[in-house]
């Protein structure tokens, strides 16, 4: 294959011809620009241009031989003629190549509680990866009521009870962490800082706090495995941490077994299988800003293309707000559970349970775990809280609560709520925002003050509430009757005998 001048490159520059340079060969992109899960006018706007270090940001080079077709390479750039490549614009919907020293971003310790990182990655961000980070489903109820729900359940406190010194940890599927709240999956912490995955997991090593790393993170599994490893070593091994890894299951099965293999082979402690992602939700704030950005680029007829709406293989990861070919599929049944048995001996979480039927199904397939989850608001439109589910559990089949490990997620801004989670049953909770706000604001070391924010929060909770371990946690430590009043109720009350 003849190499190919700059100069020719930088004439397609246009959504009727566009070539991209990435990893030193000349790429037409053409006809992938309305496939794009990450959107036509990200590529359009470095038509001609060499966008190998921004590709990079966002995904492995991998992705050149997984997604493009074989016949879109154009060939090799020949290497004196890169100097005639069109120049990527300067003002673009990049992600922070490190904090954005113009912008403001509030000291440190003036993040107080979880929810102020939100602000201060709001102040530095660009808005395209803070729209990323706080979009939520259709109107916002689910988000809202993830958020509001912890504060519907209040404590029932015991006083003089020596809490001199209190004891916050917990296991995670017997892994010791000194506390029982863990970092959430998050994919594309590239869009939210230039450090991406490792810059987070650093920070969580430092402290000893678990991270469940998601199958759409900017880093492939090997590197993130690597940088854990790297900074266990700094440390001399002694970070309780630990990695679990959120699986999307591949719609090709080979690629779905592919993966689980390399899962396996990184030393992830546990597979989280994310349920609640048939399809991707509707993200309303992605959306606002990918018609403003089809339209700024003149391609507005792209922007509403039937890859958008969904299809046989539809899911993005977040960001794009798009489906992607090839990923999460619709037709996942429970059956499935049966070759990923097969293929995965250690612990099984479904990421995603919303009902006490599921919770049941899910302890009568074998999984180890349940995460109580509506991702964080994203997908389904007035979802229920991860509260609500666990009192649905503890009402309809309490039996599951013995048997799993039981997680919750969703729009937990306080240590003190996490303490709710545990009398009623819960192992433990995940937080996935606020670490990536704290991330996108101040790297490592705000993921390190996170911890600590949520941390000192439990301890000074626990000691209010009277208890100095988390065992001593009971479910009449809280009041949950305003939730209980608005819990699902079956039409015929036999249906406790049909879950
Ligand atoms: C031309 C070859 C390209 C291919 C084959 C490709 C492939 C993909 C795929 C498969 C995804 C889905 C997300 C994932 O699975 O991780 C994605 C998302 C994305 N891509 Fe690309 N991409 C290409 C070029 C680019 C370029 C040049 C940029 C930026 C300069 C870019 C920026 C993004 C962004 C921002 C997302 C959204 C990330 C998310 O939603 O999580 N891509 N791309
Ligand atoms: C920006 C962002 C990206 C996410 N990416 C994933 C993902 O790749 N896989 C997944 O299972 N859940 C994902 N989630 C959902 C989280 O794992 C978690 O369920 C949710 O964020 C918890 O709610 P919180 O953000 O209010 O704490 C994502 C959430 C956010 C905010």
């Known amino acids: 294959m003849g190499h190919v001048d700059g100069a020719e490159v930088a004439k ?10 990435l990893d030193s060969k000349a790429y037409d992109v053409t006809s992938f620009l309305s496939e794009h899960p990450g959107g036509a006018p990200i590529i359009l706007k470095n038509a001609g241009t060499d966008a190998t270090e921004e590709f990079k940001n966002y995904h492995p080079l991998d992705y050149l031989t997984d997604y493009l077709p074989s016949d879109a390479l154009v060939g090799p750039i020949n290497p004196n003629t890169f100097g005639q490549l069109r120049q990527p614009e300067k003002e673009k919907a990049a992600p922070v190549s490190d904090i954005d020293d113009s912008k403001e971003v509030p000291h440190l310790s003036l993040c107080v509680t979880a929810s102020d990182f939100e ?25 809202k009521r993830n958020l509001d729900d912890w504060g519907r359940i209040s404590f029932r406190p015991r006083v003089m009870r020596n809490v001199g010194d209190v004891d916050t940890r917990r296991r995670i599927f017997g892994h010791s962490s000194p506390y029982p709240f863990y970092i959430s999956p998050m994919g594309t912490m590239g869009a939210i800082h230039a450090g991406a995955e490792p810059e987070m997991i650093r920070g969580a090593v430092r402290k000893g706090a678990h991270v469940v790393v998601s199958t759409a993170s900017s880093k492939s599994s090997e590197q993130i495995m690597q940088c854990f490893v790297e900074e266990q070593g700094r440390l001399k091994n002694g970070s309780p941490t630990e990695l679990f890894y959120q699986y999307y ?26 349920v609640d992602t048939p399809v991707l939700g509707k993200r309303t704030a992605d959306r606002y ?17 039937g890859w958008e709406a969904g299809g046989d293989n539809a899911f993005a990861p977040a960001m794009g707000g798009r489906p992607v070919q090839g990923q999460l599929s619709p037709h996942t049944t429970w059956e499935d559970l049966e070759w990923i048995r097969k293929e995965w001996e250690g612990p099984i979480v479904l990421k995603g349970v919303q009902c006490a039927e599921d919770a049941k199904l ?9 995460l109580l989850s509506n991702h964080g608001g994203r997908q389904l439109h007035t979802a229920p809280s991860a509260l609500m589910t666990l009192l649905e559990i503890r009402a309809y089949c309490p039996e599951v609560l ?14 003190n709520d996490v303490l709710k ?33 949520l941390a000192e929060e439990l301890q000074t909770g626990m000691r209010l509430l009277g208890i100095t371990s988390l065992d001593q946690c009971r479910p009449e430590m809280v009041n949950a009757s305003r939730l209980l009043n608005e819990m699902w109720r079956p039409e015929q009350l036999s249906i406790k005998s049909r879950l």
């Open 421 to 453: 989670a545990l009398c009623l049953g819960a192992t433990a909770v995940g937080v996935g925002r606020p670490f990536l706000y704290a991330l996108g604001a101040y790297g490592t070391k705000g993921v390190e003050r996170c911890v600590d924010v």
């Open 289 to 305: 800003l990918q018609a403003e950005e089809a339209l700024a680029v003149g391609i507005a007829e792209e922007s509403t293309a």
């Open 402 to 415: 013995g048997k799993l490990e039981i997680f919750l997620d969703g729009g937990l801004r306080d240590g």
């Open 119 to 143: 602000k201060a990655a709001k102040a530095v961000l660009p808005h395209k990866s803070y729209t990323y980070a706080s979009t939520s489903a259709n109107t916002g109820l689910s988000l």
């Open 249 to 274: 299951m591949p719609v090709d099965r080979q690629k779905a077994i592919q993966l689980m293999s390399i899962v396996k082979s990184c030393g992830f402690k546990g597979l989280w299988i994310t």
């Open 12 to 21: 397609h520059n246009s959504k009727n011809s566009c070539w991209i340079v």
């Open 362 to 370: 899910a302890m009568e397939y074998g999984c180890n775990g349940i």
